[in-house]
């Protein structure tokens, strides 16, 4: 059974980091791109950030370029969203996702990805 696991979330302040994590389960994880995705109330489901299997390849949307950084352990079978400098436009549910992949793509849309994670929830505050 796979699992997706995202912890991290919180209430912050405008300015303030967060460090997000998702623990992977049930899979193999070396074989899969990983993505965050958010969501905010009233608005669809957008990209945020995406690393290929190897780590090799890192996408960012541009709202969060330069602010954010998308790792992965391979060996944990973990994947993280470092969020610096806040803003709170960043307020949204984030969810980690999961893609197949036979090449070293990165994937970017969520009609790619296999697996959801619950979601963990980022608040900040201006």
């Known amino acids: 059974q796979v699992q997706l696991v995202e912890s991290g979330g919180g209430v912050v302040q405008a300015g303030d980091s967060l460090r997000l994590s998702c623990a992977a389960s049930g899979l193999m994880f070396s074989f899969y791109a990983m993505d965050w995705f958010r969501q905010a109330p009233g608005k669809e489901r957008e990209l945020v950030s995406a690393i290929n299997w190897s780590g090799g390849k890192k996408y960012y949307a541009d709202s969060v370029k330069g602010r954010f950084t998308i790792s992965r352990d391979s060996a944990e079978k973990t994947v993280a969203l470092q969020m610096n400098n806040l803003k709170p436009e960043d307020t949204a549910v984030y969810y980690c996702?999961?893609?197949?992949?036979?090449?070293?793509?990165?994937?970017?849309?969520?009609?790619?990805?296999?697996?959801w994670g619950q979601g963990t929830q980022v608040t900040v505050s201006s």
């Open positions: 996702a999961a893609s197949y992949s036979t090449t070293p793509n990165l994937k970017y849309h969520d009609y790619d990805m296999d697996y």
